[in-house]
């Protein structure tokens, strides 16, 4: 855990690194810091008691490691929501962007005392916190979470969108400003995700500078063919990073 914090603390921004499953942090060329979807702990199998939600990718972030500038939660499910490190990543003073619907959950865990740190979005919002210019887009993750959000961010003249968990809606690809330096879609093609082969047609699309992978292999339960979404990227010339967990990109 020590060398993932110390690779963030160090690495010159404007940069992006993945945690694994869907969780990424971006910094700024001025050392903030803005994290994505996070899952640090193993909330998701001592909650639903299923050892198909087991945790298979190591943890190499704590709660308490870093101080977040902005914290993002597109939507409540375990995976996007830690509630084991959420509430003590906005005690630390981060600020906390999450899907409306996340309201209840944060009643759940005793939040109030913070909610001046936090706002609840929906698609069209946009927010400026500090080095970052957010905005919050259409997402189309079924009825298990109906406001769930996906979210671009610009920093430092670079553009991130992580499309969040949804199927493949190329009819919205309209409202998604250009250009888009990085794309980062799932690829695990269950609870209503895309597939390798819709994140590429998704690619086709929106011509992102790369597109990144998210949603697999942390969950034996949840799939992704890495290989085929390779495999079919390189098929079409699309450009394609897939990232090691820990790994960090500089812009």
């Known amino acids: 855990m020590h060398d993932f914090v110390t690779k963030v603390l160090t690495t010159e921004g404007p940069a992006i690194f993945s945690t694994g499953q869907a969780g990424f942090i971006v910094k700024s060329k001025n050392g903030q810091l803005l994290a994505i979807d ?15 939600f087991k945790r298979l990718l190591p943890q190499i972030l704590n709660a308490s490691d870093i101080r ?20 003590e990543m906005v005690s630390k003073g981060s ?6 619907e996340c309201e209840k959950l944060n009643k759940q865990l005793l939040m109030d005392y913070y909610k001046d740190s936090i706002t609840y979005v929906k698609p069209g919002d946009r927010h400026v916190a500090g080095d970052f210019d957010i905005i919050f887009t259409n997402c189309d993750h079924g009825e298990g979470a109906p406001d769930a ?24 690809t309209s409202e998604i400003p250009h250009p888009i330096d990085v794309l980062i879609s799932p690829i695990n093609g269950m609870y209503g995700n895309m597939n390798s082969e819709e994140t590429a047609r998704l690619a086709e699309a929106l011509k992102p500078g790369v597109t990144v992978p998210c949603h697999y292999g942390m969950f034996a339960s949840h799939g992704g063919d ?11 010339a699309l450009p394609v990073l897939i990232m090691q967990q820990g790994e960090a990109y500089r812009f």
Do not use: Q, W
């Open 149 to 172: 959000v996906g979210v671009i961010v610009n920093v430092d003249g670079k553009t991130i969108y992580e499309v969040g968990d949804s199927c493949l809606r190329l009819d919205r």
């Open 68 to 87: 977040f500038d902005v914290l993002i939660a597109t939507h409540p499910h375990f995976d996007h929501y830690d509630v084991d490190s959420v509430p």
């Open 95 to 100: 600020r906390l962007f999450c899907s409306v």
């Open 38 to 52: 996070l899952y640090l702990s193993n909330c998701v199998e001592r909650v639903e008691g299923h050892k198909g």
């Open 226 to 236: 890495l290989k085929r979404f390779y495999d079919v990227m390189n098929e079409k």
